[in-house]
């Protein structure tokens, strides 16, 4: 049994911050990459960011200069700092762990509004 909890969502406004949290844990081993991704009602889920376990990241061309994603191996856990936030970083956020195979969090909402 694999467990992968997100936390972190909420209701920001524009220019402002949040940083997202996920940790797997349960029966997981040798975790390769992790990632974040989002979704909007009737729209496929993109990826926002994957780093892998050496630490080589990725991002999507909306986020890159203001969203970071970091790990700590240690503790099975991917960040995701958001910065300079949009109104458009409005979705799901989905957290992604890549082992045997890929495992998804159960999402948290991002609200960037006035």
């Known amino acids: 049994q694999v467990q992968v909890v997100e936390s972190g969502g909420g209701l920001v406004q524009p220019g402002g911050s949040l940083r997202l949290s996920c940790t797997a844990s349960?029966?997981?081993?040798?975790?390769?990459?992790m990632g974040w991704f989002r979704q909007t009602p009737g729209k496929q889920r993109d990826l926002v960011a994957f780093?892998?376990?050496?630490?080589?990241?990725n991002y999507a061309a909306s986020v890159k200069g203001r969203f970071t994603i970091s790990r700590d191996n240690a503790k099975n856990t991917v960040y995701l700092q958001m910065n300079s936030l949009k109104p458009e970083d409005t979705a799901v956020y989905y957290c992604?762990?890549?082992?045997?195979?890929?495992?998804w969090g159960q999402g948290t909402q991002v609200t960037v509004s006035s």
């Open positions: 992604s762990v890549d082992a045997i195979r890929r495992y």
């Open positions: 349960g029966n997981i081993f040798s975790i390769n990459a």
């Open positions: 780093i892998t376990s050496a630490g080589s990241t």
